[in-house]
């Protein structure tokens, strides 16, 4: 692979691990470019401290608070590409329109700086203009009261605190819709949706402490060196220790492979490394429920043959439908699950065969499963994988999904669901005396078909970037510019922001680095990580500007000019944040003593019923899943189409780009490309560095995206590579997981087409 190519800019073989020094040099650059040099040591090290704010890099924990935080390449591009000294001015605003800053590409916007003060799109000029943040409640609030409650779209993303999130679904409510779109449901839909189901509710069971305990880790379509990078001092722990760590990814990717680890002084100082994977299956993309089928058929063909491979006591006592579970798998043919995995029936047999021998065993996974047409199929063949050998509510085992957002979680938590459950309305009701609406509401593909519609007119966006997030950006784009309303809360500016609506508003924000100043003084918010610890966070910085407002205070500013008389005391509330948190206590189970736990350092654990083997679903019981055959595409994907699997680059945050880098999969200075197999490739008489256009190939659709590059790759065959959001035009709005709504961002049938055989200049 490293040298028969022919040579493209840009495009270099990355040979060494993930992580090590250049992790330390990319973490000093970020730094260096973004952020006032003297200010950022300090910062760096009160992220993630008791003291200190919550990293809105990931959702990974920290041991007892303590950060490990100091080594995070990514983490450190977070907060430096919040903390930067760089400034979008009313005066930058002036001089550019609107049209013309559309032409800039998202990595340009964000890279002008923090939004420093509110603004008013101003439709004579084509300008952002500074409004006062009393004149723009004023008229939101006048927009509002005159609109159909459920023709407004409430989005959160989750960076937002528990704070901001509850007082954004009170506001909701109370104005009488539920039509929270979410970023949830671009993400981790599958597993709100999926584990209740299985096992009674939708969040991981483990700790840090199970990984202590851990003898076997199943890590599924998740890319930690790049999204997790705290993750990978676990994995690297693990790996020292000799436990297997079995990887399914279609893409070889390097931190999964090799890491050195920044804090190793030994690693560091000789240039070594760990390897991490065990073994690397380059399962074939929306393969992982053949994969995850083809194991538990060789589990039952074990346990037919010497028996104690299932944990019957445990099945009998916690779990039911086992049987149908079982039929099922006996009537999936071996020919089915190699050719939908790609993966050979000898390779599934030694991972059931590792699997068997171990004791406890924890599967973690991420987009790599959930963003498919069967998304919720594949997590509940997660946890019917788990239940079958009684790997959950046992030290040591566990199901492990890597949230995205580093507050998404903590979203859902406290309310933010276009489905609540009929407890959660009566206790709202009985607390705050209005009737909060019970009819279901949209979710993000939902809020977007009423926006392409018509039937949505306005969009108010706590922090996101919701139309370039979203599939389609072609039908997408033109929905949003077609409301009454929009508003966005932020930090900098994005292409949905400039997405104009009939009346624009954008709000600066605080972020997490920054000091929160309320009446009663400095305020904390709170946040809730992957393994459910809820945990405070304050920033010290001084803010980006002094007109930037928390979003506790810009949302209970919305709301107190929209509902005349409110039951809700919302200036109380935003003057001391302990308030909000006594309200979600009463409202909502497992905050009992919110206030006195977040000042204890860690925090607390919210209530996991399943790591004490209770289940609260229907039957009281784990319930294994059924779900027919194989396929992931739709019916009517002609024969096996390549599948397309839109990625995070190594200098992103999801919309976000830092930088046009992709150190470890060797991508430098764009990101233009299509990862390819080279037997895919030679079968289409591609060669490396060909111009190609991908056209989505799902019956009736025009979906495209032209003139991309074809770059040699180590990924599974019938398989591709594209960076999201630039890919996100060849995604159908309509292509999902049709039980929890997900996007199949990572299995889009695609077609390519030879363009041009004259290498690209760069
Ligand atoms: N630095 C940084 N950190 C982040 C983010 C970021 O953008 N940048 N985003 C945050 C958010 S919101 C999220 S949701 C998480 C995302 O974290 P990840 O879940 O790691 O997300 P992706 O980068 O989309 O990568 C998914 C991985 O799945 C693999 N994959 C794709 N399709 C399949 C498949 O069909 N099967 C299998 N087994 N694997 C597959 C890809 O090759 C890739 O390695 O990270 C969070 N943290
Ligand atoms: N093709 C494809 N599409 C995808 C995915 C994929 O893997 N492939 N992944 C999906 C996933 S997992 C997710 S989570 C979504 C992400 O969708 P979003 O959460 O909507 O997008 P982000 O890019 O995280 O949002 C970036 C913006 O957030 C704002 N921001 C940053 N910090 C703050 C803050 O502290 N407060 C406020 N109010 N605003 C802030 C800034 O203005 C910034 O421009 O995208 C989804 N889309
Ligand atoms: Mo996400």
Known sequence: MKNTRRSVPGIRYYGGPAGGWGALKATAIAVRTQMDTFEAPATLLRTNQPDGFDCPGCAWPDKEHKSTFQFCENGAKAVTWEATTKRVTPAFLANNTVTSLLEKSDFE????????????????????????????????????????????????????????AYLFQLFAREFGTNNF?????????????????????????????????????????????TNHPRMMGTLHELSRRGVPIIVFNPLKERALERFADPQNVVEMATYRSTDIASTYFQVRAGGDAAALKGIAKHLLALEAECGGVLDR????????????????????????????????????????????????????YGMGITQHNKGTRNVRLIADLLLMRGNIGKPGAGICPLRGHSNVQGNRTVGITEKPGAPFLKRLEEVFGFTPPAKHGHDAVQATQAMIAGTAKALICLGGNFAVAMPDHRRGFPAMRALDLGVHVGTKLNRTHLLVSKETFIFPCLGRTELDEQRTGRQSVTVEDSMSMVHASSGKLKPA?????????????????????????????????????????????????????????????????????????????????????VDENAPGVGENPLRLVTLRSHDQYNTTIYALDDRYRGVFGRRDVLFMNKGDMAQLGLEHGDRVDLHTALPGSDLRLDDITVVEYDISAGTVGAYYPEANVLVPLDYTDKESGTPSYKSVPVGITLRSKEIRPL
């Open 109 to 164: 916007l964000e890279g002008y700086g923090r939004l420093t003060t509110p603004l008013a799109y101003h439709r004579e000029s084509d300008t952002l203009r500074p409004v006062t943040w009393e004149a723009a409640f004023a008229r939101i609030g006048e927009v509002l009261r005159d609109l159909a409650p459920d023709s407004v779209e409430f989005y959160t993303s989750g960076r937002a605190s528990n704070e901001a």
């Open 181 to 225: 779109p979410d970023c949830s449901n671009m993400c981790h839909e599958a597993t709100s949706v999926g584990l209740p189901r299985s096992i009674g509710i939708g969040k991981g069971t483990v700790s840090l402490d199970d990984f202590e305990k851990t003898e076997l880790v199943i890590s599924i379509g998740h890319n930690p060196g």
């Open 313 to 364: 006591d445990f099945m009998t006592e916690h779990t039911q439908g086992f049987d149908a579970f079982a039929a099922d798998i006996a009537a999936t043919s071996w020919q089915d699950i190699e050719r939908e995995s790609g993966l050979t029936r000898e390779q599934l047999l030694s991972v059931a065969e590792a699997y068997a021998k171990s004791n406890a065993t924890i599967i973690t």
């Open 545 to 629: 500007s002094k007109e930037l407002r928390s979003e506790p205070a810009i949302v209970a500013g919305m709301a107190l000019a929209t509902i005349p008389d409110s039951k809700v005391d919302w200036q109380t509330l935003v003057d001391d944040y302990d308030l909000i948190r006594e309200l979600i206590e009463q409202t909502i189970p497992g905050f009992e003593d919110y206030n006195a736990r977040i000042r204890v350092p860690g925090g607390f654990r919210m209530p996991l019923p399943p790591t004490e083997r209770v289940w609260p679903t229907a039957s009281g019981k784990a319930m294994f899943s059924v779900f027919e055959g």
